[in-house]
């Protein structure tokens, strides 16, 4: 039973999703970590991969940028494909002195200036939350394997280049926004809409701050802590 962006039949995708942005980290988690692996979803690039961890079956697919692009791919796993769980795994830019380059940040809620929740199904509020029972696995996770991991609101922007540095004061000011990326608020509406659980989890690749960033090849390559977290979470999940 494909879809029109995910040629998966019903049965190889896993109850729980990894999903980072990017397709290259999606193919690396895959390579890197899991066994048994299978390429299930190929479709306008955006791989899919379903194979093993500790002997439990996980998927990790792409998302890739946006949220109207997470929103797709987001609900027809939660929809179509009996998806139980989906993790994102993605990068932000730090708005705050205390979060620096490779810290973790699990978001406990998602502001945003996006219209995706109420078009989508009503939701007037500029703010969406992830699954408290998933993020508390997560955090249980992260303590267990000695990984500092805080929890903080994010910023779920439609642009990456804007004119004015003014959003900030109400970004940063008034939502109280530790970091920024640009999926996670879609994701938190589809899992509320179709009564699944989401979460995220980010690796701070740059920072406002202090002007510290990564490369493209680090960001692909480095963010081992977030996807060892993600993996084993997802490997409880499935017991």
Sequence with gaps: MATP???AEKGQIAKTVLMPGDPQRAKFIAESFLENV???NDV???????????????????????????????????????????IRIGSAGSYVEDFHIYDL?????AYSESSFAKTQCGYEEDVTYPSEELNQVIKETAEELGIEIREGRVHSSDVFYRESSDYQKTVVGEKKCVAVE?????????????????????????SFVTHE????????????????VALNTAAKLAD
């Design 5 to 7: 962006h995910n040629s």
């Design 38 to 40: 299978e390429l299930v």
């Design 44 to 86: 306008r690039g955006i791989g899919g991969y379903t194979g093993t961890f500790k002997g439990k079956p996980v998927t990790v697919m792409a998302s890739g940028m946006g949220i109207p692009s997470i929103g797709i791919y987001s609900y027809e796993l939660f929809k179509f494909y009996d998806v139980e769980n989906i």
């Design 105 to 109: 940040v699990l978001a406990d809620s």
């Design 182 to 206: 640009m999926e996670s608020f879609g994701l938190f509406s589809n899992a509320k809409v179709l009564g699944k659980r989401a979460a995220c989890i980010l690796t701070i690749s740059d």
């Design 213 to 228: 960033e990564t490369t493209h090849e680090e960001r692909r390559l480095r963010f081992v802590k977030m996807m060892e």
